[in-house]
């Protein structure tokens, strides 16, 4: 998927310096592309979570608590702490997400396709929009 076709989904690119970055409804969706405008990397966090449109992954969903992580995915691949030990990063590399869990709680959801493979980026990413 390219970033025409995003816009075609989600309307305008929010005016932002890191990330293209992206509303729809209470969500903020932010892309990166791996290759050219290939977009291989999408993250949803809500800024009003009574207007989500970040999709769940196999139930869980921002909001979901770290204990409703791993009894749906079971351990993580690998877990990385950030903001001294606040923020943890929930990484399952198999399906390509990574949970961004603060105090206990989901905030963050992203989905890169696994090796940056593009021929499957365009369905997968297309997946994870609202």
Same mark, same amino acid.
């Given at each position: ?14 005016n /932002?310096?890191t990330?293209? !970055?992206? &509303?729809a409804? @209470?969500?903020?969706?932010?892309? &990166?592309?791996?290759?050219?405008? #290939? ?5 949803? /966090?809500? #800024? ?15 909001g979901? /608590? ?11 691949d ?5 903001? &001294?030990? /606040? $923020?943890?990063? $929930?990484?399952? *590399?198999?399906? @390509?997400?990574e ?6 709680e989901v ?5 890169? #396709?696994?090796?940056g493979?593009? !021929? *499957?980026? *365009?369905?997968?990413?297309?997946? !994870?929009?609202?």
């Amino acid at each position: 998927m390219n970033e025409a076709e995003v816009r075609a989904k989600l309307g305008a690119r929010l005016n /932002t310096d890191t990330d293209r !970055a992206y &509303r729809a409804g @209470g969500s903020i969706y932010s892309l &990166r592309p791996f290759s050219g405008d #290939v977009v291989t990397n999408i993250t949803c /966090t809500d #800024v009003d979570p009574q207007q989500s449109t970040c999709p769940p992954v196999l139930g869980v969903r921002i909001g979901s /608590t770290e204990g409703d992580v791993l009894r749906a995915l079971g351990p993580a691949d690998t877990v990385k702490l950030e903001d &001294r030990g /606040t $923020l943890r990063q $929930l990484a399952y *590399r198999g399906l @390509g997400f990574e949970f961004s869990v603060l105090r206990g709680e989901v905030v963050a959801i992203s989905h890169s #396709v696994p090796g940056g493979l593009a !021929a *499957r980026a *365009r369905a997968a990413i297309w997946q !994870a929009l609202p």
